[in-house]
């Protein structure tokens, strides 16, 4: 396992998640241009904050159905 720092923290290479990580477990992003290796890191991320994106929609979509639902057979009870 790779250790080295960037801005003055300690990071380390997970072979696993193939991706940099502080030691903290989070992952670093690197400003600069990736390195080797990082590419993955960065595309995992981004696949990632895509994935809590389309989980949030689909969160207030059925939500919204719910809603319509409920206000259907409201009105439809009297």
């Known amino acids: 396992m790779g250790e080295a ?3 003055d923290k300690d990071i380390r ?3 696993d998640l193939q991706q940099w990580k502080y030691h903290n477990y989070r992952t670093v992003h690197f400003n600069k241009t990736p390195t080797e ?3 993955s890191a960065l595309d995992s991320e981004s696949k990632k904050l895509e994935q809590d994106e389309d989980t949030a ?3 207030d979509l059925l939500r919204q159905a719910e809603t319509t ?3 259907a057979i409201q ?3 009297s």
């Open 57 to 59: 929609q689909v969160e």
């Open 13 to 15: 290479w997970s072979p």
């Open 69 to 71: 639902v409920t206000s």
């Open 5 to 7: 720092k960037y801005n």
């Open 75 to 77: 009105k439809l009870s």
């Open 37 to 39: 290796g990082t590419n």
